[in-house]
């Protein structure tokens, strides 16, 4: 009876510690990574000390909201990379649990769609839980605070996935322009529909 | 003549069961005998969600390309088939693309013969009512919301059967 009582107890705890622990809210110090990118070279965010910040983008091969937002996914790093927010795109899914998802799969499309950014895999699913991603593509900004990487916006990109152009919030890009102007962004979380993220049970 | 006429019945039965429970939606989706309803903006499938009675609603956001989603879309049609005197209302509402209704969703539908009511949500500006299904919801799919007059619990997670039963069952009392 007492070890019902227990295992309830824990059980308890636990969920509630599943519901609110990991994941950042904005502000929080994000942590650096280095992970495997398509081009076989480990990526941390250090590696770009010239940078003001970080569109990290979780983001899959197989997720259909994510090929959706693919040439947006370019269109930012292309539009911010020059103005020192580059974009990182991190593959979260388990290739066990999502063959699409696998590191090989991951260069082919790379390959195809020329991504101009690194293209990396949560090689132990390590990162993802840490910024509390949950969906592809779920996207965190993040302004360097001396050595620190802060949390400025967590989100959606935009609020149309099936038509860019008829998109009429452009929530990344606005966060990212006002970070430059030395402004916190006037929408500083969304949410959005997305692929939950693959890990093995 | 008469096998048409039979999967017309099939067909139109549910609908027309659905049409007392479900809110007006924006347009209907209707091709080779099925019909759905689609909500291009979530403030018409809203009412949905506000109903209270000793029916047990059971909502399921999913889409034929989700395959968490899909695994687990047997269970919600058990539980439609084999619901016996329970008041049970499941409805699957896909998430699937506008342009995909007519080659993804129709022949997904048609294949699996589903019996459960099946509406199409296209509204983009997800941002904008996610919180209003649950506060609590990221947005991943699956998702599921369970009601009835008294309680509420929203699940964002793929359900085994037992787990899904068990949940039901938590409203509805085991089926004899």
């Known amino acids: 009876m007492k070890s019902i009582f227990l295992t309830t107890l824990a059980l308890l705890v636990f969920s509630s510690l599943s519901a609110t622990a990991g994941g950042y809210s904005v502000g929080d110090k994000a942590t650096d990574f280095r992970l495997m990118n398509v081009d076989g070279k480990m990526v941390s965010m250090a590696d770009f000390p010239s940078a003001s910040g970080f569109i990290v983008i979780f983001t899959c091969n197989h997720c259909p909201y994510s090929i959706a937002y693919e040439d947006r996914i370019i269109a930012l790093d292309t539009k911010f990379k020059s103005r020192g927010y580059p974009v990182i795109a991190i593959n979260p899914n388990d290739p066990d649990v999502q063959p699409e998802d696998s590191f090989d799969a991951m260069v082919e499309r790379a390959q195809e769609k020329e991504f101009p950014f690194p293209y990396l895999l949560d090689e132990g699913q390590k990162i993802y839980p840490q910024y509390g991603a949950t969906r592809t593509p779920h996207v965190f900004v993040l302004q360097k605070d001396g050595s620190d990487f802060r949390v400025r916006y967590i989100g959606a990109i935009d609020n149309n996935h099936e038509d860019a152009d008829d998109a009429d919030e452009h929530y990344v890009e606005a966060a990212v322009d006002a970070l430059l102007t030395g402004a916190a962004p006037a929408v500083e979380s969304t949410k959005a529909i997305g692929c939950s993220i693959k890990y093995k049970k | ?176």
């Not at chain 2, 048409?4 to 659905?18: E, M």
């Not at chain 2, 019996?115 to 296209?122: E, G, I, W």
């Not at chain 2, 509420?152 to 787990?163: A, D, I, M, N």
Request: a negative charge; charged letters at 20%.
């Open chain 2, 1 to 176: 003549m008469r096998f048409l006429l039979h999967t017309l019945t099939l067909v139109l039965l549910p609908a027309a069961l659905s049409a007392q429970f479900l809110p007006p939606s924006s347009s209907i989706f209707e091709r080779d005998g099925v019909v759905i309803p689609v909500y291009e903006n979530f403030d018409a499938l809203a009412p949905l969600f506000d109903q209270r009675s000793d029916t047990t609603v059971i909502i399921n956001f999913w889409a034929t390309w989700c395959a968490p989603c899909v695994e687990e879309l047997p269970y919600f049609e058990e539980l439609t088939r084999d619901h016996g005197t329970r008041k049970i209302r499941v409805i699957l509402v896909s998430l699937d693309f506008r342009k995909q209704l007519t080659n993804r969703l129709l022949p997904f539908l048609q294949k699996r013969q589903m019996q459960s009511t099946v509406v199409v949500l296209v509204d983009p500006d997800a941002n904008g009512w996610i919180d209003r299904v649950d506060s609590s919801w990221s947005g991943a799919i699956p998702a599921t919301l369970i009601f009835n007059a008294t309680r509420r619990e929203f699940r964002e997670q793929t359900f085994s059967r037992e787990e899904l039963q068990s949940l039901v069952n938590s409203f509805t009392g085991i089926q004899e």
